[in-house]
């Protein structure tokens, strides 16, 4: 085989290789997306496996309740509210009036939740 | 006139001065007149004089608690402890610019003053480029976020430094970080001075691969600090989240792990050159985009800066020195256009070009699940996002490969290999690795988890290659010179730097992946709630809560916090007894609606972890107090007199020891974790080692120096 | 004002520094050195020359390939060394 047919033979290989990759990237990483969701796109869409809820806790609608935490989160962008029960572990700087998201699922207008990310305030960062 | 207005001025000429920079360069390179590069040189001098000065005010401006300057005011406060006064600047986006900058006209200065009597062609594009960025971050500072913004009344006490990040590592982790992304555009500058002037050799490479390596080094080293203190400050227990922000400083320093491999191809044969531009290229967009992502907000992270207003033009600037740069590499892709050809697969060309392959690929994954959200949105309409499960599942396996390449490497030298030579080096460390992987799965349980029984058994293997090559470069030094086996040993590495630096730095690799493996395979998680007398067990440790503790105006962190509850556990396992102190400091509020005494317990609150390193595994404990029954004891004190109001906090705190409710606990047992920092700390001495210059190329430089002289001046004589 | 007055000060210091060249011309700029470029390749062809040694020695090369190998390199320091020889 003379060395121009082999690089070619090697080039092939190697884009085909890369295409094959990539599509098992799209596809593994979209099977295993968790979808975000805004209180006012959760009631519409009303999506029946688990997804993460953000939003902006609200002040005043903290409530502890033995083990379970129980508030409503608010849509940043609208007045959708919705009812959240918490029962995991608690970031550091999660606190009424702040945004989160919560990973949960929907059940009859309630969010039931057991992961929380919360966002540091704005003027207080951590790199 | 304040200091707050010289530091402005300051930063005023600073901008011209690198616009001048910019424009003083570009004539030289175009023109070739040579004056004009000194002067674009010496402007870069001069920049690095103004900010200094806006340095020095800055920090002056902290250390005297002079609230008037607006960071000041948001990120100290006189009680704030001096050290992290002095570091709180860069906790804030404007101060951060200004290190950033410094550090870029630091590394600059350095570089070309390194250069000047070399690469005449080529540094007055390359000064014209630091100069560009450099410009770009003063912009930055000029019209978007000042750190020398004023307040036209300046509060009696500022807002102290947010208590996540008073930590020794949280105030180094910035800096090393910038100096990775700094380091990172000398390179990136002078390849597009190359390019510029259709320069194709590796002169560029040679004159900037100290500061790519030493880019790479302070990267990784940021990187680890930042997951250091994740796992020893953080109350969730872990040292990687696959947050965008992590990714972000990661992307970096995979691109540039490639590109220290990858320019050694080009130096020895010539070849890779347009992957090398474009590598670094990547490199430096990165880099950009690291400092980006933490202060433009578009990515849920815990780490972003709210709403922030640099996200535009940092995005602009990105998107056009990305644009213009590979318009240069396509337009200069015949000059780049290497004859040498690949003679052999089995070849050190053919490795490092796999190991950047698997790089690259690893950097892909986590480009495209760091930016699935933004990706997912634009394709389907709805905001997606994957976690840890899918970064984990799909690299730890990529990882396997990149260890098992970096022992297989230094088995190969360049151009060809015989399959006979080969095996003969094989052998013995493939036995090493094999045993090891027997040994391991006969006497322990690391058989439970399969790729952790692989990484150990590569990590095991890349160590018998490391030895393997230091004993047979040993025994060939004694065939040559007779040394005993010490002094050839010390030769060998003396003489040998980069390569045995190198091979130093593959073994730290393996360490520290192999520290990942066992923490994230065997590691025990469990949250439970103890009441005092009450015991949890964890592996081979039973824990018992003894009893409450409270600290006031006592923290053991040294953090300043006013109030510190927590809990003294007793840890048994086996014979051994010793306790545990973890604990949760609470700030309190500005916020005066909560009361006197409520704001000290409803400011933000960090977790105290106790951990104790191991070996073999790391015990971490943190604790989560109860509060609530101290709501009525804190509205009694909310009701008092103010002056009471520190006599109220005692009786508050009292009561929660005399009576103590349960509380959370979160206990993890984590295998092997000592060995990442282990394992790190083994990559920064072979970094050293493969960056210290050899005592004999520096002689002979200076010797040729003085000739040189000698000549010119017997020559006027 | 007084802050226009300050820029003034600090530009005019600057230019001082930097102007400086363009106007003394050729006495401002240290010597070039084309030797320096000369050497740094020098030196990277020295540690190719003995990287190649130690790679035959540890049984990585065969003889005749390291034979061929080392003459190639040694054949392009010697250029080197003429290329530094011309220049004084």
Request: glycine content about 8%; some cysteine.
């Amino acid at each position: 085989m003379d060395p121009s047919r082999k690089r070619k033979i090697r080039l092939v290989v190697a884009l085909s290789a890369a295409v094959l990759l990539a599509t098992a990237l799209v596809v593994v990483s979209f099977s295993a997306g968790t979808s975000q969701l805004l209180p006012s796109e959760a009631l519409a869409q009303k999506p029946d496996d688990r997804f993460e809820l953000g939003g902006t806790v609200v002040d005043g609608s903290l409530e502890e309740r033995g083990d379970r935490l129980e508030f409503e989160i608010q849509d940043p962008n609208g007045s959708a509210q919705i009812p959240v029960v918490y029962s995991g572990a608690v970031p550091d700087p999660f606190r009424e009036g702040r945004e989160v998201l919560v990973k949960g699922e929907l059940e009859e207008g309630q969010f039931v939740g057991n992961d929380m990310t919360t966002k540091c305030p704005s003027k207080f960062t951590a790199e | 006139m304040s200091s707050a207005d010289v530091g402005t001025a300051a930063l005023v000429v600073g901008f011209g001065t690198a616009l001048y920079a910019v424009g003083a360069g570009a004539y030289s390179g175009l023109t070739g007149r040579r004056e004009w590069a000194v002067s674009a040189r010496r402007a870069i001098y001069a920049l690095l004089g103004l900010l200094v000065l806006a340095m020095v005010l800055l920090e002056a401006a902290y250390i005297r608690s002079d609230f008037s300057f607006e960071l000041v005011a948001q990120n100290s406060s006189t009680d704030t402890p001096t050290f992290y006064k002095l570091t709180a600047m860069w906790s804030s986006q404007a101060g951060s610019l200004l290190l950033w900058v410094f550090l870029l006209a630091l590394f600059s200065s350095a570089v070309l003053f390194l250069t000047r009597r070399r690469l005449r062609d080529i540094t007055p594009y390359a000064t014209a480029v630091l100069g560009g960025v450099a410009a770009f971050f003063l912009f930055l500072m000029l019209f978007y976020a000042s750190p020398f913004a004023t307040l036209a009344n300046a509060p009696a006490e500022g807002n102290g430094l947010n208590p996540l990040l008073r930590h020794p590592a949280m105030m180094f982790h910035p800096p090393m970080l910038y100096t990775g992304y700094v380091g990172f555009t000398i390179p990136f500058a002078f390849a597009v001075g190359a390019l510029l002037k259709r320069h194709t050799g590796p002169e560029w490479i040679r004159a900037t691969r100290r500061f790519a390596l030493v880019a790479w080094t302070f990267l990784g080293f940021g990187i680890l600090l930042g997951s250091l203190w994740s796992y020893s400050e953080l109350g969730w227990g872990g040292y990687w989240a696959w947050d965008p922000v992590e990714n972000a400083s990661l992307m970096p320093w995979l691109t540039g792990t490639a590109f220290i491999h990858s320019i050694m191809v080009q130096e020895k044969r010539g070849m890779l050159r347009i992957w090398n531009t474009s590598l670094i290229v990547a490199t430096f967009m990165l880099a950009l985009l690291g400092t980006f992502l933490v202060r433009s907000g578009i990515l849920d992270s815990i780490h972003a800066f709210g709403e922030s207003t640099l996200g535009k033009p940092f995005l602009v600037f990105i998107a056009c020195a990305l644009v213009a740069s590979v318009a240069l590499v396509v337009s200069r892709r015949n000059d780049l256009r290497s004859e040498a050809r690949v003679d052999a697969l089995l070849s050190r060309e053919v490795f490092f070009l796999l190991n950047n392959l698997v790089l690259i690929l690893i950097c892909v994954v986590i480009f495209w699940g760091t930016f699935f959200p933004l990706i997912s949105e634009a394709l389907t309409g709805t905001e997606e996002s994957v976690g840890p499960p899918f970064f984990n599942g799909i690299i730890a396996p990529i990882a396997l490969v990149l260890v098992a390449l970096s022992a297989l490497g230094p088995l190969l030298t360049w151009r060809r290999n015989t399959w006979k030579s080969l095996r003969r080096a094989f052998v013995v460390p493939l036995v090493v690795g094999v045993a090891a992987c027997a040994a391991l799965a006969v006497f322990t349980t690391a058989a439970d988890s399969l790729p952790a029984l692989a990484m150990f058994s590569l990590a095991a293997f890349v160590l018998a290659v490391v030895l393997q090559e230091l004993t047979r470069g040993m025994r060939a030094r004694r065939t040559m010179t007779g040394e005993s086996p010490p002094i050839a040993l010390s030769r060998l590495v003396g003489r040998n730097r980069r390569r045995y630096g190198g091979y130093i730095v593959h073994v730290g690799i393996a360490v520290l992946l192999l520290g990942v493996a066992g923490s994230s395979s065997f590691h025990d998680q469990k949250d439970v709630r103890l009441a005092p007398g009450e015991t949890v067990k964890i592996k081979d440790y039973e824990v018992t809560y003894r009893e409450p503790t409270v600290a006031i105006e006592d923290d053991r962190s040294g953090t300043g916090a006013p109030l510190s509850f927590g809990a003294v556990l007793d840890v048994r396992k086996g014979d051994e007894h010793f306790t545990m102190r973890p604990a949760r400091n609470y700030y309190p509020s500005q916020d005066g609606r909560m009361g006197p005494v409520g704001r000290f317990f409803g400011g933000e609150a960090t977790s105290e972890v106790d951990l104790r390193w191991g070996l073999k595994q790391d015990l971490w404990l943190a604790i989560q107090p109860d509060l609530r029954k101290l709501k009525g004891p804190i509205r009694r004190g909310n009701d008092l007199p103010e002056r009471f109001a520190g006599q109220a906090i005692v009786a508050v705190a009292r009561s929660y020891v005399d009576d103590p409710p349960p509380a959370a606990f979160r206990a993890i047992v984590s295998p092997l974790v000592v060995w990442i920092w282990l394992g790190g700390g083994i990559v920064m001495a072979g970094a050293l080692l493969a960056l210290w210059p050899s005592p004999e190329a520096r002689r002979r430089r200076v010797t040729s120096l003085y000739a040189a002289r000698l000549g010119r001046e017997l020559s006027r004589a | 004002m007084e802050v226009v007055i300050l820029v003034a000060v600090l530009a005019a210091l600057v230019a001082l520094l930097v102007l400086q060249p363009l106007r003394v011309r050729a006495a401002a700029e240290p010597s070039a050195d084309p030797r320096a470029d000369l050497e740094a390749a020098k030196e990277a062809k020295y540690r190719e020359i003995k990287d190649a040694e130690l790679d035959f020695q540890m049984g990585k090369m065969s003889e005749e390939d390291w034979r061929a190998l080392d003459a190639e390199l040694r054949a392009q320091a010697i250029d080197i060394l003429r290329q530094l020889d011309k220049l004084d």
